[in-house]
Nanobody, 124 residues
Framework: QLQLVESGGGLVEPGGSLRLSCTASGFTPNYFAIGWFRQVPGKEREFVASISSRTGGSTYYRDSVKGRFTISRDNAKNTVDLQMNSLKPEDTAVYYC????????????????WGQGTQVTVSS
């Protein structure tokens, strides 16, 4: 059974950092494009970052997180991580990871597999 589980969320002050992990089971994430998304109550889920399949895959970010967030793979751990630095209150959301064989589907938010989400709250 293919499954994604997010971890690493929490409460952090503005300017702080968090590292989210998306752990895959039942499949090898290196063969899938992986994306991170976020959602706040009353709004649609939005794309945050993606990494294409295979080691050293290309990355892509939404403009508001460029230079602050970094997506990366750890193939030994079967995870795709999202390092978030210089966090802002507007980054507060539930963060989800999603996987699909096609990068275009990930970047459109139409993935085959979703995790359950992890809450990130940026507040003083």
């Amino acid at each position: 059974q293919l499954q994604l589980v997010e971890s690493g969320g929490g409460l952090v002050e503005p300017g702080g950092s968090l590292r989210l992990s998306c752990t895959a089971s039942g499949f090898t994430p290196n063969y899938f494009a992986i994306g991170w998304f976020r959602q706040v109550p009353g709004k649609e889920r939005e794309f945050v970052a993606s990494i294409s399949s295979r080691t050293g895959g290309s990355t892509y970010y939404r403009d508001s997180v460029k230079g602050r967030f970094t997506i990366s793979r750890d193939n030994a751990k079967n995870t795709v991580d999202l390092q978030m630095n210089s966090l802002k209150p507007e980054d507060t959301a539930v963060y989800y990871c999603g996987a699909d064989r096609y990068l275009t589907q990930v970047q459109a938010g139409r993935v085959a597999y979703w995790g359950q989400g992890t809450q990130v709250t940026v507040s003083s």
